[in-house]
């Protein structure tokens, strides 16, 4: 049974960072990616940043490109998401998705992801 865990949401001033942080997706060894979504209230959820699993290479939306670094940090299973100079637009739930990669699927489709952590808040204030 895999369960991801995310922390490091709080609040923030806008101009700020913060360390998202998820655990959890070694413990099954099919998951081959693990991604960051958002979900502000009233709006879908949406893409923010990826990486696989082996290889460590990340991809991002475009709108975190530049501000956002995704990586995986071997030793202890951890998936951490740093956003620099976040501004109010930024104020969402964050959840980690991990799952297994196959060809043709993309990294912002909800649905290709089989696992899911409980979210993280994260409100940035003017």
């Known amino acids: 049974q895999v369960r991801l865990v995310e922390s490091g949401g709080g609040s923030v001033q806008a101009g700020g960072s913060l360390r998202l942080s998820c655990v959890g997706a070694?413990?099954?060894?099919?998951?081959?990616?693990v991604a960051w979504f958002r979900q502000a209230p009233g709006k879908d959820r949406e893409w923010v940043a990826g990486?696989?699993?082996?290889?460590?290479?990340?991809a991002y939306s475009d709108s975190v490109k530049g501000r956002c670094t995704v990586s995986r940090m071997n030793e202890n299973d951890e998936v951490t998401l740093e956003m620099t100079n976040r501004s109010p637009d930024d104020t969402a739930m964050y959840f980690c998705a991990a799952g297994q990669y196959m060809y043709g699927r993309t990294w912002y489709q909800v649905a290709d992801y089989s696992y899911w952590g409980q979210g993280t808040q994260v409100t940035v204030s003017s």
């Open positions: 990486i696989f699993v082996v290889g460590h290479v990340p």
């Open positions: 070694r413990s099954d060894r099919t998951i081959t990616r």
